[in-house]
């Protein structure tokens, strides 16, 4: 198999993978975002009331942030094949970062409303930055093998 072949199947594993990633974190948190909606629609009073106010907000960032980057894994999945296929290694850690980020940051938002200390987001919440960094290394270096020849 010749490097551009090699290369090329690179990307269609890549393309799959983050296409699969992407839409299903969509359905996922879209979901998760339909029912908040009906929580709130119902007047359900656990979720309602003054003392859940930062259960309401980690939730909602949940299913903001799950969405955006499922819609992130998207981009990368139509953008992965015409990236230099001669940076196989930062493709693929591009790749693992944003898988990371799509997991950590969403369900960091979502369990740090599960348990609330006395107002404030339970330890979940702890995982946020950590995915953030992640997000920010995949980003660059997509950005990075977007701007190279090769």
């Known amino acids: 198999m010749s490097d551009s072949e090699t290369a090329s199947a690179g990307a269609a594993y890549y393309t799959r993978r983050h296409l699969r990633i992407g839409w299903w974190s969509v359905l996922c948190f879209l979901t998760l975002g339909i029912g908040l909606e009906w929580l709130h629609a119902a007047k359900i009073s656990w979720y309602l009331n003054d003392a859940s106010e930062s259960r309401r907000l980690m ?4 299913h903001v942030h799950g969405v ?83």
């Open 59 to 62: 939730w909602t960032l949940a």
């Open 68 to 150: 955006l980057i499922g819609l992130v894994h998207l981009t990368f999945a139509a953008t992965v094949g015409t990236l230099c296929a001669a940076a196989e290694t930062a493709r693929q850690t591009a790749s693992a970062c944003l898988t990371s980020a799509g997991i950590l940051m969403p369900v960091g938002f979502l369990l740090g409303g599960v348990v609330l200390r006395d107002g404030d987001p339970g330890r979940g919440v702890f995982l946020v930055p950590v995915g953030a960094a992640f997000l920010l290394v995949a980003v660059l270096l997509t950005a990075r093998l977007a701007g190279s020849r090769g």
